[in-house]
């Protein structure tokens, strides 16, 4: 019985124990009772990255727990995307919205072969669900 709450968007990037308690423990009870309590309709997960395909200069990553749509929270561009070619450095990377999925790509990377979100310890990316849950950081090579 464990559950994750991902925090990623409620501050505090310097101090592991953020100031916001409610929404982390808003979070920590809609996954109790979405797995715990047998309340399986309730959107308790931000997006969890799923796969990636690759498009020619693209990488397409397809997401679990996608509540409804993937939305930035901001309003604003896509943050903190990376991507890697062929010799395995990440660069910047631009990332939009296509449906449930997320097209990532940057100039100089012909052949994307891994890429990376929120890859950092001060990292506040927008990329979240329609229910307002942040998506989780993550690596598609590890």
């Known amino acids: ?9 409620i501050g505090n990037v310097k101090d592991i124990h953020p100031r916001n308690k409610q929404d982390v ?8 009772l979405a797995k715990d309590y047998g ?3 309730l959107v308790y997960s931000g997006p969890l990255y799923k796969s990636m395909k690759v498009d020619g200069n693209k ?4 997401f679990d727990h996608v509540g409804g749509g993937l939305v930035s929270r901001d309003g604003e561009p896509l943050s903190w995307f990376q991507v890697a070619g062929e010799d395995g450095n990440f660069v910047d990377a631009k990332a939009e ?8 790509h940057a100039e100089g990377v012909s052949k994307p072969t891994a890429v990376r979100f929120a890859w950092n310890q001060t990292a506040e990316p927008n990329l979240s669900n ?13």
Do not use: E, H, Y
Not at 97 to 104: C, E, L
Not at 130 to 142: C, E, H, I, N, Q
């Open 1 to 9: 019985n464990t559950g994750m709450a991902v925090t990623v968007d």
């Open 25 to 32: 423990g808003k979070r920590l009870a809609l996954w109790a």
């Open 39 to 41: 309340q399986g309709d």
């Open 59 to 62: 990488a397409v990553l397809s």
């Open 97 to 104: 919205i296509v449906g449930d999925t997320v097209v990532v």
């Open 130 to 142: 329609k229910a307002g849950l942040p998506a989780s950081p993550f690596r598609t090579d590890k």
